[in-house]
């Protein structure tokens, strides 16, 4: 009943820039915190970075002043400007919300399909 559909992922050189989108659809009441994950090939999935309903951001230290995370809460998306790009970025991003679907039903947590990125010359 709710769909997080990532998009925005591909091949960038070092140094380039994209722009990864998630919508987030179907019975939602609200949303509240949403961020984004990676997960490069055989390592855990990682934070990248999280935003509060208010437009509160957070950065895992490594991605601060390369990424932005912004989101419009009237589209339910969450977005996230990635610059400067490295080929240590190469890697699944994952997009993550938490949501309620009916005012009284507990926040659950949704997650996207993953979109990939490959940083690479």
């Known amino acids: 009943q709710v769909q997080l559909v990532e998009s925005g992922g591909g091949l960038v050189q070092p140094g380039g820039s994209l722009r990864l989108s998630c919508a987030a659809s179907?019975?939602?009441?609200?949303?509240?915190?949403m961020g984004w994950y990676r997960q490069a090939p055989g390592k855990q999935r990682e934070l990248v970075a999280i935003?509060?309903?208010?437009?509160?951001?957070n950065y895992v230290d490594s991605m601060k002043g390369r990424f932005t995370i912004s989101r419009d809460n009237t589209k339910n998306t969450v977005y996230l400007q990635m610059n400067s790009l490295k080929p240590e970025d190469t890697a699944v991003y994952y997009c993550?919300?938490?949501?309620?679907?009916?005012?009284?039903?507990?926040?659950?947590?949704?997650w996207g399909q993953g979109t990939q990125v490959t940083v690479s010359s």
């Open positions: 935003i509060t309903s208010g437009g509160s951001a």
């Open positions: 993550n919300a938490d949501l309620q679907q009916r005012h009284y039903s507990p926040m659950r947590e949704y």
């Open positions: 179907g019975s939602i009441f609200s949303i509240y915190a």
